[in-house]
Each structure stands twice: as C-alpha cells, then as structure tokens.
C-alpha cells in the first residue's frame, strides 16, 4: 500500500512523510514540486543523489546542482516550509548546527533560488560548492535522456549528425517500459528527438506517460508538423513542457538549400509561430557553419522580430554527415558570437552556446556565454529507436540496451568512464589548469583532428 498525502506543493509518499516527521533524509530518486509564494507557477524536479548531492530543475530549462547541506535547504524551500520549519528540520538532521546559523542559510538558499527562477542565472550554477564537479562518477544517472523515436526525416540536412542507421523501432507497450525506467531510474527529464520525433506515432502517448510519471518532456523538432492545425495543442494537453525548433536562416531559400526539402522554412516558420503563440518554453537553434555565417545576425534579428525569447547556436557536430560539411575558424566563430550575443542582449534576449570547446581555442566564459563542456555520460545521455543506450545522440558507440542491461552495466560501461574522466584528453590538455571547466571540447571533433593544440592530434 502507498500512503499518499497532497502537501506543499508535492505528492508525498510514506517515505517522503516519514522523512519530514523525523528529519530523515530524502531517499535517492527524483521528485516533483510546484512552486509556491514567491515561486508560484513554476515546476521543479529534485534529482536526490546522495545525502549530500542532488540536482535541481527549474521550469524544463534551468539546471542547479547541490551540494552539502544546501540539498536539505533547497528541498525546505520547494516544500513551503518558513523559517521556524526549516530551522526545525536542519536541527532534527545536523545535530551539530545552530538555529540562527540555520536560518541564514535557509534564507540564502531561499534568495538565491528565487532570483534564479526570476532569470538572474549568473547568481548561482552550483549552491554549495566553489567549483564545477560535471563528470564525477557519484551521479547514478544522466538527468537527462535524448530519446530518438525514429531515425526517419523529411528533410535531408547534408551537416546531419546522425549516422545511417537500420533499427527496428520499439513499440509503443515498449517505449511506455523505456520511460518508466528511466523515472525508476532517476532521470526526470526527457527530450524526444530523432530523426524527427513528430515523425513517430508513438510521440503523444510517451509524453502523456511521461507526464503521468511527473518527468519533463521537451521536443527538438524541425517544426514542420507544428504547422498542422491542433497537432501541437493534442501534445500540451498531454503534458508537452517546451520544444526546440532548428531554423538554419530567416531565408527561405538558404533554409530549404540546406534542408534539402522544398518547402521546409514555410511549415517550420507556421510551426514556430503555433509554438509561440502558447504557454510552452520555446527556443530556437541555428548551427553555425559556412552556409548560414553570412547572413546569421540577421536570421538572429528575424527571430527576435517574430517573438522568439529565448535561442541557441551551436557548431558543426562532427559525427553522420557532419564530418564532411564546411565549418569556421575559432576565430571567425567567436566574432560571430560575440556579435551575436550583443544583439541578443541588446533585445533582452536569452542566448545559449551548446558547443563544447577546448577554452585555448575558444572560451565561451570569455564570451559571456558560459561554462560548457562535454556531458555525455555525466548530465545526458541519447537512446536509439530501439533502446540501445549512446553517451550521446551523435556518439554511435552501443553502452547496453534499456531494456535487456541491468542499468548499472550501462552507466559503469568502459567507455562510460572513460568520456567522464576525460581519458580522451592528450597533448598539453591532460595537465591544463583548466581541464575541469573546460574538459577538453568534443571527444568526437578530437577524433577528427578538429582542434589545433600542441600534442593533441587526432585519438582512435
């Protein structure tokens, strides 16, 4: 029997009862809270890893990790809980700490959350620790699973990562299995892409299951079946929380030229307007190659003129086709990001970097973008249309499979540890004082010999 009771914002079970009678630690597992006062109608997802270790979501988007006694206050928050509660609570778990000195930082932690959900994403990236800790091997799983429904497209990108692959896809009965494990597994957020995930007759029904579980379920579409009047309406009511639509130019021509497919930008433009004209989180992303750097400032100030808030670029992935498509220089890269994120902030834009680089090559810190590293294996992972686990949706390495491999033997996989100890690093990389925050770039572009660094050619 489940004992459940509705309270401060979260379903609570027997365990979750139990832990705020007594001041018991949270089990490790994912849960959800809606916001409440100051935090009020945004969605939170608390990833307990360890006593001391979780990681925060924030409406879909935001990404907090947490650490030492900051989990404990973060979850006082999500629950609700004043002051004269929370203190209660820190006192019942830390024998040795003191009520004013537990009210501080409850307040801290209490302040800091609240201006990160109000957009000041600088105030925080980890509450309770000095330093990045992306890649340690304590995390029991990715918090977020790229789930590719299906490897079919009706476009034909010719700077396509995706390899050519022959799978015979699951079920819906199966991928329903899929998503509940991945909740059993503590992983709250799932993203369904392909492919072209819209292309899948299953998508509805995975995102309903997913709600149902209490997980994120995000979109990376081409935006051309948004278009058809209702369709993506059936997917909010079933529990859509936000979608990502790729635009490679504001022309036309540019955008189906690179496509492949005639006719692409109308139904994906019709179809990022349907998306911004509802509730969900919606972004755009532009990769940034030598086709599309011409005219990209301008296919920024387009998006911006439609009503998009919030975009993202990223570079060439050299995995599929990818390989062999016409990129740019480091430096021609980071002028244009930097005269980028001028006009995105000169709009009050939000404006996202995806991808990773060697920071000697280009430093997205220095850029104001942010630190960005390689996460396979660590904060994501990508599935295949029939459940073969990859460290990412371009790395076409099988780990095991979902649902044949206990889970375990997936996440601990060689080649698993390997991504996140950074084995892939040589050269002058290995003993670089900022190794950590920047890990290196790609794996994948090292292998291609992508990067210009003393001793770091390319790896097998």
């Known amino acids: 029997m489940r004992l459940c009771l509705r309270g401060r914002g979260a379903l609570m079970g027997l365990k979750e009862w139990w832990a705020e009678m007594t001041g018991a630690r949270l089990e490790p597992g994912a849960y959800r809270y809606d916001g409440e006062g100051e935090l009020a109608h945004h969605r939170f997802h608390l990833r307990v890893d360890s006593a001391h270790r979780g990681i925060l979501i924030v409406d879909a988007s935001g990404l907090v990790e947490l650490n030492g006694t900051a989990l404990e206050y973060a979850r006082c928050v999500l629950e609700g809980r004043n002051e004269r509660q929370a203190v209660k609570h820190m006192l ?107 292309r899948s007759p299953h ?32 997917l909010i009511e079933v529990g859509l929380d936000h979608v990502q639509i790729t635009v490679l130019s504001h022309l036309p021509e540019v955008h189906d030229r690179l496509v492949c497919s005639e006719g692409a930008w109308e139904e994906t433009i019709k179809g990022l307007d349907t998306a911004l004209s509802s509730d969900l989180y919606v972004n755009t992303n532009t990769t940034i190659m030598r086709s599309t750097l011409p005219h990209v400032e301008d296919t920024l100030r387009f998006l911006i003129g439609r009503g998009v808030r919030n975009v993202a670029f990223n570079g060439l992935i050299r995995s599929g086709k990818g390989k062999e498509a016409e990129g740019i220089s480091f430096e021609e890269m980071a002028d244009a990001l930097l005269r980028l994120k001028g006009i995105a902030d000169e709009a009050g834009v939000k404006m996202t970097w995806y991808t990773p680089t060697p920071y000697c090559q280009l430093n997205p810190i220095n850029l104001d973008l942010g630190i960005k590293q390689c996460t396979a294996c660590s904060l ?48 002058r990389c290995v003993d670089c004082g900022l190794r950590d925050a920047c890990g290196g770039g790609c794996p994948l572009a090292r292998r291609q010999g992508e990067y210009d660094i003393e001793g770091a050619g390319p790896t097998s």
């Open 92 to 198: 019942r778990r830390y024998r040795h700490l003191d009520a004013p000195t537990a009210a501080a930082h409850f307040h801290q932690v209490r302040e800091q959350l609240v201006r990160f959900v109000l957009g000041d994403t600088g105030v925080i990236e980890i509450i309770g620790a000095d330093s990045p800790t992306i890649g340690a091997d304590d995390f029991p799983a990715p918090y977020r699973m790229d789930v590719l429904l299906t490897y079919s497209c009706q476009n034909r990108c010719g700077h396509c990562y995706n390899e050519p692959r022959e799978l015979k896809e699951l079920t819906a009965e199966e991928w329903e299995r899929v998503i509940d494990r991945l909740w059993k597994y503590g992983i709250p957020h799932v993203v369904f892409t392909g492919g072209e995930p819209t």
């Open 380 to 427: 994501n992972m990508a599935m295949e249309p029939d459940g073969t686990v990859l460290p990412c949706q371009s790395y076409y390495e099988p780990l095991g499979n979902i649902l044949t491999d206990d889970w375990d033997s997936i996440w601990d996989h060689e080649l698993c540890r390997s991504i996140r100890n950074r084995n892939y690093l040589n050269g």
């Open 203 to 234: 998508l509805r029904r995975l995102i309903d299951r997913a709600e149902r579980n209490g997980q994120v379920a995000g979109l990376v579409t081409n935006g051309r079946a948004l278009s058809r009047p209702g369709y993506l309406n059936d």
